[in-house]
């Protein structure tokens, strides 16, 4: 591969590209139902823990062991590391979780419900651009191959796939309150507009820390599922539609499985 970064920047704005898309429902007729969006949501979960498990761990503790290193400990510590280091940043960043719940979190600031709710989904989609230019800088620049370019293409198609639904939940409240069309779904992309950077940063660690590439993907992988458990599933079974949801996420664990056997 000869950029990683670009590459990885390119995967960053591929993952924006489609919350711009799911935000576009806004200029839909009908917003889509409750029962679509549980879906769809749990979809996303399951395709971010299937991410997280074949693209980012499993890889992971390939390279520690071609590193000479026990396999699981890297794996343990840094997927420890990247859960921890997102409760660190719920627990002072102000923001709102997606959800009726409508409480904001982290330290108390006078900013609108508005500013609130784009940092809450800006918060977990930064570890998944992480994610995704952590997959490239190691498909480019991992000496013992476990990492491929099919692999970070697959994290990359998965990560954008779940990123509609996400879009069309942060635009669709704000179009109910009325805000314009528009204006809903600029602030839906928005929340997503950090996934490129977040990409560079992912390529970069990588490119100054490849002994420590193993420890990276499983932080990458703990930041993501910290973001599936604590506000994805939980969101999308508030509603009742527990047996929607969950069908969503076997089927969006089975996909990203599938892809990332398939391009890896």
């Known amino acids: ?22 935000a576009a429902s806004v200029f839909l007729a009908k917003e889509p139902s409750r029962k679509l969006l549980d879906g769809m949501l749990g979809f996303a979960a399951g395709v971010m823990l299937a991410a997280s498990v074949f693209s980012l761990l499993l890889p992971g503790m390939e390279m520690a062991e071609a590193q000479g290193m026990v396999p699981w400990i890297p794996a343990v510590v840094g997927f420890l590391l990247g859960g921890g280091l ?5 627990r002072f960043l102000p923001h709102v979780h997606l959800g009726p719940k409508d409480v904001p979190e982290g330290l108390k600031a006078l900013w609108r419900r508005t500013t609130l709710l784009i940092l809450g989904v800006t918060l977990h989609n930064f570890p998944e651009g992480l994610a995704v230019g952590v997959a490239f800088g190691a498909a480019g620049l991992d000496p013992t191959g476990a990492a491929t370019l099919g692999g970070a293409i697959a994290l990359a198609v998965g990560i954008g796939l779940q990123n509609m639904p996400e879009g069309l939940a942060v635009a669709w409240p704000l179009r109910r309150a009325g805000m314009p069309a528009a204006k809903a779904w600029f602030y839906g992309q928005l929340s997503a507009i950090v996934e490129p950077l977040g990409a560079v940063l992912g390529a970069l660690l990588v490119a100054e820390m490849l002994a420590l590439l193993p420890y990276l993907m499983a932080l990458a992988a703990g930041a993501m599922v910290f973001v599936i458990v604590e506000e994805i599933i939980p969101e999308s079974q ?14 969006g664990f089975a996909l990203m499985m599938a892809l990332d056997v398939a391009l890896g």
């Open 1 to 22: 591969m000869e950029s990683p970064i670009l590459y990885a920047f390119l995967g960053g704005l591929f993952t924006w590209g489609l919350t711009a898309l799911g």
């Open 86 to 90: 997102l409760r660190l940043i719920d």
């Open 238 to 251: 508030a509603e009742g539609n527990g047996d929607i949801s969950t069908f969503g996420v076997m089927t």
